[in-house]
């Protein structure tokens, strides 16, 4: 038997994507929404059977994000959006009069979840509109399915409330009883959080949860899925509870050395966060080693992760694309799996390859101690108390993207591109100009994204035409693919910052994208660790840095927000990651002389919990998103030593935040950092928003900038 544990949502041509920005701009209706959406459900479902899956899954289809429907599910929409418009997309994005609610990364993934808010007052009741009816929706096509929801321990880790487990465990009873009115006789429980390092306390809920929720009579039957790594100490606790199956990441994991008699194991073989092909040798080794009393063939995680399908790729080498496997070739290889395992079929195990040796780069370089540097860069720059700056990106128009294809295409010359966005960078430092902001950037209209530009530009990257994955919401990325030794054959960025710099006396940030993020935003090698792959980048962006600093940009930002995101699970793996990471950082930013000011930024990725890690960066400024955050990030980060950006702007939401608003976050943070440590930023690049938004909201940071200038004299 076969089956995946999730799959992409967005369309393979990223239909959602254009359906829910019609939507949010008012060009089409929520029926029309919902349309496409049954539409794409609908074509997941026949494309899964034609591919022979034995158990498809439903109600992995989101309009935004999976914990966000569970949320919705269980009732937890706080009172202040339930008046809005649109409750949902209000939580997500906010409204001019509401603020969302929180976002950050999905364990050590590139995916955005929207953070629960429960509180004591929080009254938990199903609505199971969403899971019903597709299951109605599959079986009106002629499909049975298996609903997929994010699991109650997981659901309350992840907003912090494990204290309410015995009040969420009676809408996940009623759930479940629903489902088997419905005649559904399986429903899996998505629980990733069982991977990481849990107390004693949190595995007796998980014994407590699935004891109590087993027990119930009549009841479809459970499958708890777990991935991202191994379950360790939660497996035994797992399998002492009456739940019928466990689900296992045996790519990251390791196979139980324990019999699980009574269970079935969904084996997850097929990975589900890469783009390589499965060994069939190897992932059968692995299934026969499974002690239980059936095993189904799976992926290790969700295919949420990885593109649709390499059939429309046809500008990747030949040899590349033979070792590739998208969602849909992943699905052909668990069914394929579940064929030779059922056939008795033994293919050869290949040896091992030799662990390749690491250059010891470990030690991190060095610059000058910060406060010789800082009294350099202040006689330099010489900017104002709480300069005002930007993260990189403006706007991306459509003008720009559809210029950009044309070029691809053929349709529009090399110059006639280059004139464009010569113009618009143009524009862009006006714009900033006008505005009064004190560190410019050139806005980045040239880049299609902040890692696949580099990719673009580097040796040993392959970028695909389609292989779009995503990020948030409606917004997606098409992560690079790391096949070879990384090298810069030429400058990347220096041409048009120094453009944007010769058009104006303040000073411009010069924008790179810092190793780690590259090579975690990319699909990265299979043969080769991945340390040594980021040391690669790390020496391609000294280069960078170098000639930027001799093109004459006095200001370089080498944004790191992808730090925290590769930070291991489990406690035990961190300190080993952080060191050659932050080693890493410092190799591609050390090169810098001292009066050359170097940024950072991280968004979104709960930075508070990683500081020394940080704080070892060495950066002179660091950009963190706040704004969501508020007192969680700036009460971890009080008493800071170098210059702290915390950010006052939410671009991930339409609305425009006042002056007074981001006064109130400007002032918040004086509570808890000297003023000569303070900058004043938005939270993130700028690229998804319009020039209204942007314009407007920029006018009232510099407003609130300039007038606690005035009252601290």
């Known amino acids: 038997m076969s089956t995946v544990l999730g799959y992409p949502r967005i369309g393979p041509r990223r239909e959602l994507k254009r359906a829910l920005e019609s939507y949010w701009d008012g060009r089409s209706t929520r029926r029309e929404l919902e349309e496409e959406g049954a539409r794409l459900r609908a074509a997941t479902w026949r494309r899964l059977a034609e591919l022979g899956l034995g158990e498809l899954p439903s109600n992995t289809f989101s309009f935004y ?74 079986r009106a096509l002629g499909h049975e399915t298996r609903p997929v929801v994010v699991g109650p321990v997981t659901f309350l880790l992840l907003s912090g409330a494990l204290d309410r487990l015995e009040d969420v465990l009676g809408p996940y009873a009623d759930l479940l009883a629903a489902l088997a009115a419905e005649g559904v006789a399986w429903v899996q429980l998505d629980e990733p959080a069982l991977v990481t390092d849990l107390t004693p306390a949190q595995l007796d809920a998980v014994r407590a949860a699935y004891d109590r929720l087993g027990a119930l009579s009549g009841r479809p039957r459970i499958l708890v899925a777990s991935f991202f790594g191994d379950l360790g100490a939660a497996l035994p606790a797992l399998a002492a509870t009456p739940v019928e199956a466990i689900g296992l990441d045996l790519v990251r994991g390791r196979v139980p050395d324990i019999p699980l008699d009574g269970k079935t194991v969904v084996a997850g073989v097929v990975s589900g966060r890469d783009v390589w092909r499965t060994d069939p040798g190897r992932a059968l080794a692995t299934l026969r080693a499974i002690r239980a009393d059936r095993v189904v063939v799976g992926t290790s995680c969700s295919l949420q992760h990885v593109p649709y399908s390499t059939a429309a790729e046809d500008d990747l080498p030949p040899e590349l694309l033979s070792r590739l496997a998208f969602a849909e070739e992943k699905v052909a290889e668990v069914v394929e799996l579940a064929r030779l395992l059922a056939e008795g079929a033994a293919p050869a195990v290949p040896d091992e390859p030799a662990a390749a040796a690491e250059p010891d780069r470990v030690r991190p370089a060095a610059r000058s101690p910060y406060p010789v540097r800082a009294a350099a860069q202040a006689g330099h720059l010489n900017l104002p108390k709480l300069p005002t700056t930007t993260i990189g990106s403006f706007p991306q128009t459509g003008e720009l993207r559809r210029a950009r294809a044309e070029v691809v295409a053929g349709k529009l010359a090399e110059d006639g591109y280059e004139a464009l966005v010569r113009r618009e960078i143009e524009h862009v430092i006006q714009v900033q100009e006008d505005l009064g902001l004190d560190v410019l950037v050139h806005g980045e209209p040239e880049r299609n994204d902040m890692v696949q530009y580099f990719a673009e530009h580097l040796d040993g990257f392959a970028v695909t035409k389609h292989g779009w994955v995503q990020s948030y919401g409606s917004r997606c990325t098409r992560p690079p693919i790391i096949h070879g030794d990384v090298r810069r054959p030429e400058p990347i960025t220096v041409r048009w910052s120094a453009y944007a710099q010769s058009l104006t006396s303040r000073p411009v940030k010069g924008m790179l994208t ?200």
């Not at 990651?577 to 930013?589: D, G, I, K, Q």
């Open 65 to 138: 994000d999976q914990v966000l429907d569970t949320a919705v599910l269980l009732g937890a929409v706080p009172e202040r959006y339930r008046a809005a418009e649109d409750p949902y997309f209000a939580m997500a994005r906010g409204t001019d009069g509401l603020a969302p609610l929180r976002m950050t990364k999905w364990f050590d993934t590139n995916y955005h979840y929207i953070v629960p808010e429960i509180g004591p007052e929080t009254v938990f009741t199903l609505d199971a509109a969403k899971p019903l009816g597709e299951v109605r929706e599959a």
């Open 514 to 713: 810092g190793p780690v993020t590259i090579v975690a935003w990319s699909f990265d090698r299979d043969d080769l660790p991945v340390r040594e792959v980021v040391f690669q980048v790390a020496d391609a962006i000294a280069e960078e840095v170098r000639d930027l600093e001799a093109a004459g940009l006095s200001v370089i930002q080498v944004d790191e927000p992808a730090l925290r995101e590769l930070l291991p699970l489990r406690a035990a793996e961190q300190p080993a990651y952080l060191e050659w990471a932050v080693a890493a950082y410092r190799r591609a930013t050390a090169v810098a002389a001292d009066r050359t000011q170097i940024h950072t930024h991280l968004c979104y990725s709960d930075a508070d919990q990683i500081l020394a890690a940080i704080d070892g960066l060495d950066a002179d400024v660091t950009t963190i998103e706040s704004a969501r955050s508020g007192r969680r990030i700036l009460d971890a980060v009080s008493g800071y030593t170098r210059g702290l950006g915390p950010g006052v702007y939410d671009i991930h939401s339409p609305r425009v935040p006042s002056a007074e608003e981001v006064g109130e976050r400007l002032a918040a943070a004086l509570k808890v950092l000297p003023v000569e440590r303070v900058w004043v930023n938005p939270d993130c690049g700028l690229k998804t928003r319009t020039y209204p938004q942007v314009e407007a909201s920029l006018g009232n940071v510099v407003a609130a900038a300039r007038r606690l200038r005035e009252t601290l004299g």
